[in-house]
């Protein structure tokens, strides 16, 4: 048996679609559930609650969501093992970024409550004494069923290609992160969920992709693509994915090539929207 929680999020909700397609058994509770639930039997736990764009404006909610909640639910009630999504932003100030490498971490920066919330819950997940399957994700697309709400940094750049026809990065050209496709997210998650193995996976494409090559490729979908003349770089660390490969292989997909399509969807939305206020009207 399994049990999704936040499963009403871009990442949940897969991940309960996935489950539902493999015919198993799954129980995915509201968000008033969650909060709830007490002396139940959950089985296997795939923890998906956490807050993302918003956390610097919301450190309250943040540790709520990624351990206050998770102590509450595992205190009161019965399950198999854990699987709990964390981030990759947690080698934030690493190089090396091999999951049992010592991690850095800055308190008096908002930009580190997500990373130190998230480590909170993965060091309360890893001494508990349930069996734990921790998997720090990367920035994950979908060409599919893009997240256009969601506000992160592809999601602006797409949405002002498809709205204006024309991208101004405000960081250098040289900036670089990782991202993974939904697809190859949520394959690898399940085997990884699936498996005996626990401890700590990284889940990202293994490659970074700076803006110099995304906007590179918008400007062969015909997209203007500029840079502003004063910027900051951000540039992550490449993330370590031999663990993943060795015992679950290698993503499949490329962020690069599915541009055209990421882009396609994104002016569809628009239409959609531009329609649905012309009908309003």
Not at 65 to 73: D, F, K, N, V
Not at 109 to 135: C, H, M, N, Q, W
Not at 162 to 178: I, R
């Amino acid at each position: 048996m399994y049990t999704v929680l936040g499963s009403s999020g871009f990442i949940g909700s897969q991940v309960l679609a996935r489950l539902h397609h493999k015919n198993c058994n799954v129980y995915a509770p509201s968000r008033e559930e969650t909060i709830k639930l007490k002396n139940k039997r959950l089985g296997n736990i795939i923890y998906c609650i956490g807050v993302t764009s918003d956390f610097r404006e919301k450190p309250r909610e943040t540790f709520a969501a990624h351990i206050t909640l998770l102590s509450r639910i595992l205190a009161r009630n019965f399950c198999t093992s854990v699987t709990y999504l964390s981030s990759t932003r947690v080698y934030k100030m690493r190089e090396d970024t091999r999951e049992e490498t010592p991690l850095l971490v800055a308190p008096l920066d908002r930009d580190d409550v997500y990373a130190i919330s998230k480590l909170a819950g993965e060091s309360f997940l890893l001494t508990s004494g349930i069996p734990a399957k921790i998997i720090r994700l990367s920035n994950v697309y979908s060409p599919i069923a893009p997240d256009f709400a969601s506000g992160n940094f592809l999601d602006s750049v797409m949405y002002s290609a498809a709205l204006y026809g024309k991208v101004t990065f405000q960081t250098t050209s040289a900036s670089a992160k990782d991202f993974i496709h939904l697809a190859d997210a949520v394959d690898l998650l399940f085997s990884i969920a699936e498996s005996s193995k626990t401890g700590i996976f990284n889940l990202a494409s293994g490659r970074n992709t700076s803006n110099a090559t995304l906007g590179r490729a918008l400007s062969a979908c015909g997209v203007f693509v500029e840079f502003t003349a004063t910027v900051k770089e951000w540039r992550f660390p490449r993330i370590r994915i031999e663990k993943l490969a060795e015992a679950f292989g290698r993503p499949k997909h490329n962020l690069i090539a599915d541009v055209p399509v990421l882009l396609e969807k994104y002016r569809q939305y628009i239409r959609d929207v531009d329609k649905k206020r012309v009908y309003h009207g």
